[in-house]
C-alpha cells in the first residue's frame, strides 16, 4: 500500500511516494507501511505526550514504545488485529513529518496559512506552533481557581534558574538530526583521509620497487660491460 507525504518546495508541492521495495521479500514482509490511518493515530499519540517529550530530562526510548504501544493499540481495536508498530519506526517517521511540517510552517509564515495543504499541519501546528509565553499563560490559566494555583500565588519567591552552560550551549540546541549529519560528515572526512593516506602508501611502495629494477638494471649492465669476449 502507497502512502502519500506532501513535501513543501518553494513554489509548489511534490508528492512523495514512498513504496517497499520488491527485491527483498523477507525484508518487505518486516517493515511497517505507514498508511493514512495509521500516521494520524501516531501524529494524535505523539502530540497527546508532547509535554513528556519537552520535559529536560526525559528517557526519549521508553516514551517511543509507550508511542508504539498506543498506536499498535488503536490500530488493532479499528480492526487491524495483525499490526505491530516498533517504537524506531514512530521515531523515524515523526522525524520525517516535523521536517514536513517546519517546512510547512516557514511557507505558513511566508505565504499565509491558505498556501499550506498538508493535511496534517493544522493539528501539529496546534500544538508545536505555540511559542513557550502562550505555553505558560495556558498552564497558569488551569491553575487559577485551583489549590495549588491559590498557594503558588500566595507565596513571594524568586524562582531559581538553571546556570546556563557556555560549552554545552551549541549542542544542546541542535536537533537530532543535525548532530548525525556533523557525524557522518565527520566520518565521511576519515574516510578520505585513509584513502589519501593508502593512496600515499602505495605510491611509496611503486617508487620503492621502481628503484629496485632500476638498481638491478644498473647492476646487470655493469656486469655484462666487464665480461671479456672469448
Known amino acids: 500500500m502507497d502512502v502519500i507525504e506532501t513535501v513543501v518546495t518553494e513554489s509548489i508541492e511534490v508528492d512523495e511516494t514512498p513504496t517497499v521495495s520488491s527485491l527483498d521479500p523477507d525484508k518487505s514482509k518486516a517493515e511497517f507501511v505507514w498508511t493514512l490511518q495509521a ?10 505526550m508532547d509535554q513528556d517529550f519537552d520535559q529536560p530530562v526525559c528517557k526519549k526510548k521508553k516514551l517511543w514504545e509507550t508511542v508504539a504501544e498506543r498506536v499498535t493499540a488503536k490500530l488493532r481495536a479499528a480492526g487491524s488485529t495483525d499490526v505491530t508498530v516498533k517504537a524506531y519506526e514512530c521515531d523515524l517517521k515523526w522525524r520525517n513529518m516535523l521536517a514536513t511540517y517546519r517546512k510547512n510552517a516557514e511557507r505558513s509564515k ?10 496534517f499541519f493544522k493539528a501539529m501546528h496546534e500544538v508545536l506552533g505555540k511559542s513557550r509565553e502562550e505555553i505558560e499563560a495556558q498552564r497558569r ?27 554545552a550551549a551549541p549542542f544542546a540546541s541542535r536537533p537530532p538530526q543535525d548532530v548525525l549529519q556533523l557525524y557522518m560528515e565527520l566520518q565521511e572526512r576519515k ?12 605510491r611509496k611502495i611503486e617508487a620503492i ?12 649492465s655493469q656486469n655484462n660491460s666487464f665480461q671479456l669476449p672469448e
Do not use: C
Open 39 to 48: 500516521t494520524w493515530q501516531l501524529v494524535q499519540t505523539r502530540l497527546e
Open 110 to 119: 511566508r505565504l499565509g496559512a491558505h498556501s499550506v495543504h498538508w493535511e
Open 141 to 167: 490559566s488551569k491553575l487559577n481557581g485551583t489549590k495549588l494555583g491559590k498557594a503558588i500565588a500566595s507565596k513571594r519567591f524568586t524562582p531559581i534558574l538553571p546556570t546556563p552552560s557556555l560549552t
Open 191 to 202: 574516510m578520505n583521509m585513509w584513502a589519501q593516506q593508502k593512496a600515499l602508501e602505495e
Open 209 to 220: 620497487n621502481n628503484l629496485a629494477r632500476a638498481i638491478s638494471s644498473l647492476s646487470h
